[in-house]
């Protein structure tokens, strides 16, 4: 088992989920693409390989308990983070990735392809423009945009009682106030991430009945 082995398994453990041995080698597989698409493609600002580990597998995998196993799109997604994680894991669930930049989404189709990631769908677009066949029942974010864009770019996206679920730092006070006057807070749950030093929180939106 190598070190990084060690650490995704140690911070499952922290988390309290339980993956079998093909979804961790997924997960690795996956995180060795990204080290070595990195290099050349600049992909994410983080360079150290055991770090990648923490702040983007594990602080992915954070939110799994909190999402259900109805249809799911990442906006903003950048290499995959969180929806590659968490299609990975949910071989079972249709998620879609949608990001605007091309060397990301070039990224994660070869992600798909290598690793045979079949309920996964790439979307290369700009978000507001794009139309779906079927609108979504969850909407997740990472350090994508504030929560009021969140909402105003992706709104036509989400299905009828559905969620905005967006991953942040600290408790986003201030966001949480500029947030349209149709649009509820359904909760704000702090995140223990192992390994991830500061504050992080998952906050969940939906639209008033």
């Not at 093909?22 to 070595?36: A, T």
């Not at 009021?148 to 009828?160: W, Y």
């Amino acid at each position: 088992m190598n070190e990084f082995e060690k650490r995704l398994r140690w911070g499952v453990d922290q988390l309290g989920l339980t993956l079998n041995d093909d979804v961790i080698e997924r997960l690795l597989s996956y995180h060795g693409l990204l080290v070595k698409w990195n290099k050349a493609y600049n992909l994410t600002s983080v360079r150290d390989a055991m770090q990648m580990v923490d702040r983007h597998l594990i602080d992915s995998l954070s939110i799994l308990p909190f999402l259900s196993h109805e249809r799911l799109i990442d906006v903003g997604t950048g290499p995959g983070l969180p929806g590659m994680v968490a299609a990975l894991v949910r071989e079972e669930q249709s998620i879609a990735l949608l990001d605007s930049n091309g060397k990301k989404c070039r990224f994660l189709n070869q992600v798909k392809m290598s690793l045979k990631v079949d309920n996964c769908q790439v979307v290369h677009h700009r978000l507001e423009s794009w139309q779906p066949d079927e609108q979504y029942q969850q909407i997740t974010s990472r350090a994508f945009a504030t929560l009021s864009d969140m909402v105003a770019f992706s709104r036509h996206l989400l299905a009828k009682d559905g969620r905005f679920i967006a991953m942040k730092g600290l408790y986003p006070h201030d966001e949480i106030a500029q947030l349209p006057s149709d649009i509820e807070v359904v909760k704000v749950s702090p995140l223990a991430v192992p390994g991830t030093d500061g504050e992080r929180h998952l906050v969940e939106l939906g639209i008033k009945s």
